[in-house]
């Protein structure tokens, strides 16, 4: 399986990279980001590109691939609809549409988050962004789209999160975030389970579109 990887320095994408690296069924990875890894692996290859509206200049370089794991987000606190909206949807959907003319066998994964608000009328600003960016993955023609919906992710193996505050909290709640990925599945998860769900929902597939983090979990 080859794969396309977005938002690979991020907290989650960087426990997918890993998993996909030590995955033998994973023969390569292109990773399409504006900053490199830092990693260096014979199956890793890297594109570094600053418009993320416009795949033009490297469409070349992003057919053949079987599988797109796009992990990239930002917190919507303290930014107006209109800039993550932007951030979110815009992005998202630019190089999925892109991907999807190029791939139309490809599996794409998305990473939204729980709560997201499939109606697109709820209240809450960050939720009905998502949900439409779910919605419009979903129609276009890829062989299979799959939302990941993980609520709590706790980073393991080194993975650290690139917001200093986040990564405190991650550090100080190290332990009870342990017990609660063991005891409540419904709203912890890993970083390695989350990418090895991916690798596992793009090769099998799975029975709905939608994998909340109990559903990650079981994958």
Known sequence: MKVILFGAT???????????????????????????TGQA??????????????????????????????CLGVSSVGMDE??????????????ATTLARLNPGMVFVYVTGRGTDSTEQGRLMWARVKGKTEND??????????????AGIQPLHGIKSKTAWIQA????TAPLLTLLNRLSPTYMTTTEQVGRAM??????GYP????????????
């Open 82 to 95: 209109e800039r993550y909206r932007h951030l979110t949807y815009d992005i998202t959907m630019a190089a």
């Open 208 to 219: 709905r579109p939608v994998l909340e983090s109990e559903d990650i979990n079981a994958v």
């Open 199 to 204: 690798i596992r929902v793009a090769r099998d």
């Open 137 to 150: 993955l979903l129609k276009l023609p890829f062989k299979a789209a799959y939302m990941f919906r993980p």
């Open 169 to 172: 909290i991650y550090v100080v």
């Open 41 to 70: 692996n014979a199956r890793l290859h890297e594109i570094l590109h600053d418009n993320f509206l416009d795949f033009s200049a490297i469409e070349s370089r992003l057919a053949g691939f079987d599988a797109c794991f796009f």
């Open 10 to 36: 991020g907290m989650v994408g960087q426990g997918v990279l890993r998993e996909c690296l030590l995955d033998a069924g994973v023969e390569s990875v292109l990773v399409v980001g504006r900053s490199p």
